[in-house]
Nanobody, 119 residues
Framework: QVQLVESGGGLVQAGGSLRLSCAASGRSFSSSGWFRQVPGTEREFVASISWNGGVTYYADSVKDRFTISRDNAKNTVYLQMNSLKPEDTAVYYC??????????????WGQGTQVTVSS
């Protein structure tokens, strides 16, 4: 069992930056991903990273603005978000167990952290 806790969300103006963190406890931390969801819509893939950080994937909508990284010594995965846009507003979820773009492929999920980007 892996427990995931996200932090770092908040309110930021368009063009600003935020860094989300996902701290894991329990079993060893495997490949991980970030998803986001707006109420009433499907959970959307944002980025994912392999267990050793050697492979990363990004949604086209965030490529060149967001960077996923990890520090296995701290059991933590990060999502650096730059040049934020109002359309990035969502609840952001950390997940573990895959690098897939499909949310159903992930076994473990955090509780989510709200990111709000004002125009």
């Amino acid at each position: 069992q892996v427990q995931l806790v996200e932090s770092g969300g908040g309110l930021v103006q368009a063009g600003g930056s935020l860094r989300l963190s996902c701290a894991a406890s329990g079993r060893s931390f495997s490949s991980s991903g970030w998803f986001r969801q707006v109420p009433g819509t499907e959970r959307e893939f944002v980025a994912s990273i392999s267990w050793n950080g050697g492979v990363t994937y990004y949604a086209d909508s965030v490529k060149d603005r967001f960077t996923i990284s990890r520090d296995n010594a701290k059991n933590t995965v990060y999502l650096q978000m730059n040049s934020l846009k109002p359309e990035d507003t969502a609840v952001y979820y950390c997940a573990a167990g895959s690098t897939s773009t499909v949310w159903e492929r992930y076994a473990y999920w955090g509780q989510g952290t709200q990111v709000t980007v004002s125009s």
